[in-house]
């Protein structure tokens, strides 16, 4: 299991791992997201991602995710997540 | 529009946050929007909706305390919400009385905060995101979440606060990190007790109760038998449930 956390606006953390043997993301933390269940969404997008994916393709992935979904992340962006996986699948 | 509210009342963890789903149900089918004041016995420990239960929170020291945990509907991280030093608020409306901005939102919302600690004398401020600061340090924390077209927010005003309770109850590392991060907490949280000596939970109450009323027009109510069996159904399914309160 890899790990990657990231401090963001107002001192809240959002913390990924991920399985490196199922590939299983997911997304835990102090920050607020709405939907509070479109995390799923989101773990599942980025589970399935190759983990060569580079951090600018993972980005407009999450962002398209969040704009198709209505997502609403407070304090964080895709470009967040987008660098933790990057950190949890290298 | 006239508001309900509820006046302070004491429940478990698991009766506290159905009460807000059953209630956030009702107002979405048309009853007014609600205020509720409330206290925890047994004192308990809230996580948010993104962290792990096993991961934040002592589980063996709760055991140990008589202190329930509960998993919230909420964002934000874990809170202790000790039955003699806090007032819980909560505050269902429909989502088009806040707008769609959610920072904007926790602003107005805290902002009744902000104004309840001026009724006792301190002068507060609203730290966004999510939180309310006294001298600079953190008096109260909410969170809010959006669902079927209502709007709930609940947040606490710590009344008197003991860092080596709440921290003994919490997951912050080994004994050396957590004396340093008990340390840490004092120097960034206050009470109403901490910023005025002497002074009764009723004063606090009195004023929150002022904060969040003035200049809307409201009226007492109590839960509905309605509100009150859909509570016990959802405590019981949800809240109490391992599989709700052990899922991440």
């Known amino acids: 299991m890899r790990e990657a956390s990231k401090k963001i606006t107002g001192g809240k953390l959002v913390k990924m791992r991920r399985d490196e043997k199922t590939g299983r993301v997911t997304i835990h933390g102090d920050f607020f997201l709405h939907p509070e269940e479109s995390v799923f969404a989101l773990e599942d997008l980025l589970s399935g991602l190759p983990p060569s994916t580079g951090e600018g393709k993972t980005t407009t992935l999450v962002t398209e995710l969040m704009q198709e979904e209505g997502i609403q992340a407070v304090g964080f962006v895709a470009g967040d997540l987008a660098s933790l996986f990057s950190e949890v699948a290298h | ?248």
């Not at chain 2, 309900?4 to 506290?16: E, G, H, K, S």
């Not at chain 2, 005025?196 to 002022?210: F, I, S």
């Open chain 2, 1 to 248: 529009m006239r508001w309900r509210i509820i006046p302070l009342q004491t429940n478990d963890a698991f009766t506290n946050m159905a009460l807000d789903e059953a209630i956030g149900e009702s107002v979405a089918a048309g009853s007014p929007p609600t205020i509720r004041f409330y206290r925890w016995r047994p004192s308990a420990v809230s996580i948010g909706y993104f962290q792990s239960l096993e991961e934040e929170v002592d589980l063996a020291e709760c055991e140990r305390m008589g202190v329930d945990w509960v998993r919230r509907r909420t964002g934000g991280g874990a809170v202790y919400h000790d039955f003699d030093g806090e007032i819980t608020y909560s505050l269902l409306a429909p989502l088009d009385m806040y707008g769609p901005d959610i920072p904007a939102s926790y602003g107005k919302i805290c902002g009744y905060l902000v104004r309840s600690l001026g009724f006792l004398g301190l002068e507060a401020e609203f730290s966004p995101v999510n939180d309310v600061l006294v001298d600079g340090r953190k008096i109260s924390g909410s969170a809010q979440t959006r669902r079927g077209g209502v709007l709930l927010q609940h947040g606490t005003l710590l009344y008197r606060v003991n860092p080596e309770v709440m921290f003994g109850l919490l997951r912050v590392g080994e004994e050396k990190i957590r004396d340093k991060f008990v340390r840490s907490v004092k120097a960034r949280v206050t009470s109403v007790v901490d910023q005025l000596g002497k002074v009764e939970m009723a004063e606090v109450y009195g004023a929150l109760l002022k904060g969040f009323t003035e200049g809307k027009a409201w009226e007492y109510g109590a839960i509905t038998p309605v509100e009150l069996n859909r509570a016990r159904v959802v405590a019981d399914e949800r809240y109490r449930s391992r599989e709700w309160n052990f899922s991440r």
